[in-house]
Structure formats: C-alpha cells, structure tokens
C-alpha cells in the first residue's frame, strides 16, 4: 500500500527493522483514560499500542509500571490492542454524553510506530471518533507515517493538531539519544506535506536536545507553530524521570553538561520569538486545545 498521494511506500520515514516482535493482547476493555497531571486540560488520553518500538532513551514512559515491571526491555516489544469497534463505539459514546471529550492521541506511546503499518489501529480509531467528533484531538507522533493519513486528518477540521515530534535538527544527536526512531528529514517532510494539505500542525521541540546553530531560524521558516519543552518540566515528574534514566550522564558523555539545564530551553523558546510571525508556545501549554 503506498502512502497517499505520496507514492513512496507507508514505511518511508520509518526506523528500520531492528527485529523487534508485536503480540496482540486480548480485545481492550478501556481505550479512554482519564487524563490528568501534565495533561491536565484534557479529558482523556489514548493510546493504541503499549509499548513502542521506538524506544527512545529518554522516554519518561520507561519510569511508569509499564516501562518498568515486564521482562523485556522498553523499545524490544509491543502489544497491539484489539479494537473491539461495537465496544468503542459504546464508549465512546457513554463518555461524549458526559461532555466534550479533549484527547491526548499518544500520551504512552506512538500511534504511528511501525505496527500501524500492519495494523492500521490508529486510523481505524480515528474513523470511528468521526462518527461523532471530540472537541480536539492532539495527535503526537515522531513517525512520517502519519502522512499516509492527511485526508482522514483533514476530515476534523480545526478539532485536530498533528504534532511532530523534531527535538533537534542534527542527525547525530537523533542517532545517539533516539537510535531507533524516524530519520530527521522524513520528519521536515511530514511537517511541510501536512501543512501543505491544510491539516493544523505543529512541530514539538520536546524535548529541546543539542542541536545547530541553525535550528531555531529553520523551525521559524518551516514550521506554522512550534511549542518547546525540555527534561526539567515537560517529563510529568519535574526532571526525576529524566535524572532516573542518565540523561545527565548522556549529556556529559557528549560534552554539554552545561546544556542539560532549563536555561537552555528558555534560551531556544526566547530566540523563536525573536522571529516575527512565529506562533511559539512553551511545555504544556503548547499541546494544550
């Protein structure tokens, strides 16, 4: 299947095989969770998979019973959750007659990993949210999959943001703290073909990694809206997670201890708003509706 409208193949963009396994769980008896402390502002988080083959170093997801209590390593395995379309329909229903729902899409994982290209959750969840629209959807992904699915994305209007992540600008730096996840450039890509396409995007500079002089000028030019976040406020445990996985230690390694501090961060968001006409938003308040 090809991506649409693109022609390049739905696994363009991703990280390559790494020999990593899927396993489907039995079917979901919940998929919408209440949310709640940095996602305070939402109603609910969703997550499509558990686990991501991913497995970036510095994913605060690593610290929670999740990450922590399975044999395998975090990145080494994921579970797809079997969708239950009667059941989710039905929840979804019971919790929109409540009031106007507010999700997080990929608060613990990332709908877009490789899985979906098999299993195609991820869209076949979002077709079903249209037969009754949330309020807003924030879609967080760091995958140029996403693409494949600009038209569905379209369909919610202004109810949705697609939310990219690009923490750095240097293939390096991607390479040593996120080895297995989505090159750069396919990630530029994605940004400038959804915006292009009209879908309501932004690029997450969460979180803020080493990266070129250049970046903040490139994410000015690229970039409709830009929020930024770092280790120290954007992890939901105000940096412990952060200090609990070596992200000190890997900063050191590279040299830039001085830069794993959140001046860094409030240097990088100062300078975006130097640009005139960027739309640039800090931590949690840039993912918020």
Known sequence: MNTEGSGRSEKDGQAEDSGKTASVKRKTTRWLNP?????????????????????????????????????EPWGSWVDVKRLDERAFRREWARESDKGPLSLFFGSATDPYQPSEVEHS?????????????????????????????????????DAIRASITLETDDEAVRRHFTPAAPPLAARWRALRELQEAGVPVQAAVSP??????????????????????????GDGSGGRRSAQLGMREQYRSLGLEADYAPAAADRFYETLQSFPGVNVHFSRGGFLP
């Open 35 to 71: 949310a709640g402390g940095y996602l305070e502002g939402f109603t609910h988080t969703l997550n499509p998979y558990t686990g991501c083959s991913f497995g970036c170093s510095y994913c605060y997801v690593r610290r929670m019973p999740v990450g922590m209590f399975r044999a």
């Open 208 to 233: 803020l990694l080493p990266h070129t002089p250049d970046f903040a000028a490139r994410l000015a030019r690229e970039a409709s809206r830009v929020v930024v976040d770092d280790f120290h406020r």
């Open 121 to 157: 959750t991820t869209r076949r969840l979002m077709e079903l949210m249209l037969e009754r629209p949330p309020a807003f959807l924030l879609l967080q992904t760091r995958s140029a999959l996403i693409v494949r699915d600009k038209e569905l994305l379209k369909a919610f209007g």
